[in-house]
């Protein structure tokens, strides 16, 4: 009776786990960006005090901070892919970096989103094998480009740059720089690595026909 209460307790469990995590990111996502509208209603309220009124009415309306913070994000983006928007943005990062403190946290986030956003950078294009944290213990590594300025002087030539990330929290890790003769490349996409990560090693990438088969054993006599 006790195995069949676990079993039904943790079937149970497997049904309700992900429907749980997924409605908890989706909700921290839609408040974060509810918080950004709320922030930016607030300022405007306060430099515009005409429209007060109209703000405590947007106030309170759930998920329309969702779809502003959207719709400026996807025309943003249409206008920087013109040419006055780009120049636009090159005046404006102009101004952001000469002012002391901003500048490097700007400067340096710039870089970091260019880097991985960009459709023409290496950053995350491909998941690698990499013996860490010490020799003979293996774990998942993601391919993030090579050592280059100074850096790169003090280094052999064949060196490469890896993050690896934890389990089961990928947003967080180590970044390293290995010989590339260390590293073994992966048959595997990116997507297929981090649900590997996450999962801890549960979910084998290519599903269950990528398992091993176990031998048959013959009947005994």
Not at 150 to 167: E, I, K, M, N, W
Not at 196 to 206: L, T
Request: hydrophobic content about 50%; charged content about 10%; glycine content about 8%.
């Amino acid at each position: 009776m006790n195995l069949k209460i676990r079993h039904y307790l943790l079937t149970g469990l497997l049904v309700w786990l992900p429907m749980g995590v997924t409605v908890w990111l989706l909700t921290w996502l839609v408040g974060t960006m509810d918080g950004i509208f709320l922030a930016v209603l607030g300022a405007l309220d306060a430099v515009i005090p005409g429209i007060h009124s109209v703000a405590e009415s947007l106030r309170h309306m759930p998920g329309l901070g969702v779809i502003l913070v959207a719709l400026v994000i996807y025309f943003t983006g249409l206008f920087v892919t013109n040419i006055f928007g780009q120049w636009m943005l090159r005046q404006w990062s102009k101004v952001i970096t000469r002012i002391p403190v901003v500048n490097s946290i700007y400067s340096s986030v710039k870089q970091v989103a260019d880097t991985l956003f960009s459709g023409s950078g290496n950053a995350f294009s491909k998941a690698l094998l990499v013996q860490y944290p010490h020799q003979g213990s293996w774990t998942i590594a993601f391919l993030t480009g090579a050592p280059s300025g100074q850096v790169a002087r003090h280094l052999p030539s064949d060196c490469v740059s890896v993050y690896v990330p934890t389990t089961p929290n990928p947003t967080s890790g180590f970044f390293l720089i290995m010989p590339k003769t260390s590293v073994k490349e992966l048959d595997m996409t990116v997507d297929e690595a981090l649900k590997y990560i996450i999962s801890m090693g549960v979910v084998v990438p290519g599903g269950p026909d990528a398992l091993p088969v176990k031998a048959e054993t013959s009947p005994s006599v």
